[in-house]
């Protein structure tokens, strides 16, 4: 018995074993369904029903890796009425999926939307949702992590979807917001 407890706090306390944790705002793109609002989170001319909205997050093991993945967290807002959709965030909603990769040089996020299913009911397109997506990006790493590496996009679309690729950015720089009251995510 005393040999495992021995064990336990030997590797416990090794510092290759321990994960970082850090809270962060982690921002995700919001459905607005079943709220009777429209947004504008992609300029004043184009008003949408979602959102690019923050919710703060413990985040743990592989960091910053760990924030691109829970943009694509489910989210279900804090007391929402019976009847309210039981989920809100678009990726989760569309089959989304984000994996980033961290690296000397240059970083990566592989968004892939190339299963992603838009029904009409969401009430926004294939380009928004892009956009969206590039938004949190932007913001969460800007607020929970920047070394200044570029990081480097990589877009799967669908067949239907091809053609936004001209648009759609292939780099992503992420300068770390200042601290204190001016600072705009």
Not at 29 to 45: R, V
Not at 139 to 160: A, E, M, T
Request: proline content about 9%.
């Amino acid at each position: 018995m005393k040999y495992t407890i021995a064990l336990l706090l030997f590797l416990a306390s090794m510092p290759s074993l321990q994960a970082e944790r850090d809270i962060v705002p982690i921002f995700q793109p919001l459905s607005l369904l079943g709220t009777e609002l429209e947004a504008y989170p992609l300029g004043q001319e184009e008003g949408i029903c979602a959102d690019v909205m923050a919710t703060p997050a413990i985040v743990s093991s592989a960091y910053p890796e760990a924030i691109v993945q829970a943009i694509a967290l489910p989210h279900r807002f804090y007391q929402a009425p019976e009847g309210f959709p039981d989920e809100s965030n678009l990726l989760v909603l569309t089959g989304a999926r984000l994996v980033a990769a961290w690296g000397e040089e240059r970083h990566s996020v592989t968004i892939d939307f190339s299963q992603v299913s838009l029904g009409e009911k969401l009430g926004v397109t294939l380009d928004q949702l892009c956009r969206l997506t590039v938004l949190c990006l932007s913001k969460s790493l800007r607020q929970g992590y920047s070394d200044g590496k570029p990081i480097d996009l990589h877009w799967k679309l669908p067949p239907n979807g091809q053609e936004l690729l001209a648009g759609l950015p292939s780099v992503l720089a992420t300068e770390p917001v200042e601290a204190g009251p001016a600072a705009d995510p």
